[in-house]
């Protein structure tokens, strides 16, 4: 029995170096992201008015109109692969790692065209956000992840709303966002949990409390519904109210764990 005992302790000792190390990976992806806003910010943001200044922001808008569309129609194809490859039992960390890349460059850009300077202060607190998340997929509880998920589409949905009817439509699709999480949260509730396939994957624990993260979802939405209906200066204070939301979720979450 101890023979058995020191053997799984050393195999999940292994999955858990190998989850640490996959967390880290996203965090340094995080740090690359920020480099390149903070050179984002210093040549398209605030260029120099020199000839030269001018000629690199020209060349970065027209690139950046570029990117913007292949970007996402290429994070598009990739998440399509993933759920390809997922169904056929294959594996599908690759093409998923590359559709959330892919999305993350997507809306860095599009938010630095369309926010500029209010985007960019923004983007330096949403990419480490990122970070975080990535290190509570792989480390903490996946149904804190989902949760802290909807959470975080919905106070990031509310300041855009702040911005009136520019914002809208991000609002918009971010609430969509939250709406497939709560969707997705429900659908592990019918299958216990488990990832259909030719391998099913058991993504979420068998004792998991989907009340909390179904409300928490339907929570999320009623914020930003509300604040659309009501205005910026009560997104402004959502805010908040969501970023509580996120704080009591994580101790619940953490009492669970003891």
Known sequence: MDKKHREAQEARRRQEDIALQRGLLWVVGAIVLEVLLVLLNRFYINYSLSEAGINTFAALHEALKIVRPT???????????????????????LPLIAAIALAAVTICVHVAVKYRSDGMSMLYWLVIAWAVLAMVFYIYQREFFLGASACGMSVLALWFVRFGVVGR?????????IILVGAVSLWMKKSDGVL????????????????????TCLASLAAVVVAMLAGDTVAYYLVFVMIAWLFALFVYYTVKLM
Do not use: R
């Open 196 to 215: 259909p396939g030719k391998e099913p994957i058991q993504f979420l624990p068998k004792k998991t409390n989907y009340a909390v993260l179904l409300v």
């Open 71 to 93: 970007a996402a129609a290429a994070a598009v194809l990739a998440l399509l692969w993933a759920g390809w490859q997922l169904k056929q039992g294959k594996k599908f960390a």
């Open 169 to 177: 439509p991000e609002a918009i699709v971010l609430s969509a966002a």
